[in-house]
Nanobody
């Protein structure tokens, strides 16, 4: 059973970089034909796919966030990390890591429990 767990600070100041790590157990992040995604849900809004890293290490980003987003991985630790730069209060959300067969929320079949990140001074 694949399990994912998000970790990182719950409070980030405006203009800083948000950094979250997803630790995966029960499966390798180099497994073929799967994508490891970051998804967020702002308060009162729907979930938004932010980006992903594939089994080969290729990254994919939402066009609306591409200029501020970076995803990379540490295969020795079976982890992948999200960095979102120049955050504003509008980036306040519950952030999830997930695994799926594609690059849309509908294709996700394993999810972390989510972690609340608040952007505030």
């Amino acid at each position: 059973q694949v399990q994912l767990q998000e970790s990182g600070p719950g409070l980030v100041k405006p203009s800083q970089t948000l950094s979250l790590t997803c630790t995966v157990s029960g499966g390798s992040i180099t497994t073929n034909y799967v994508f490891w995604s970051w998804i967020r849900q702002p308060p009162g809004k729907g979930r938004e796919w932010m980006g992903a890293i594939g089994s080969s290490g290729i990254t994919y980003y939402s066009p609306s966030l591409k200029s501020r987003t970076s995803i990379f991985r540490d295969t020795s630790r079976n982890q992948f990390t999200l960095q979102l730069s120049s955050v504003t209060p509008e980036d306040t959300a519950v952030y999830y890591c997930a695994r799926g067969g594609g690059l849309t929320i509908a294709t996700m079949n394993y999810w972390g429990q989510g972690t609340q990140v608040t952007v505030s001074s």
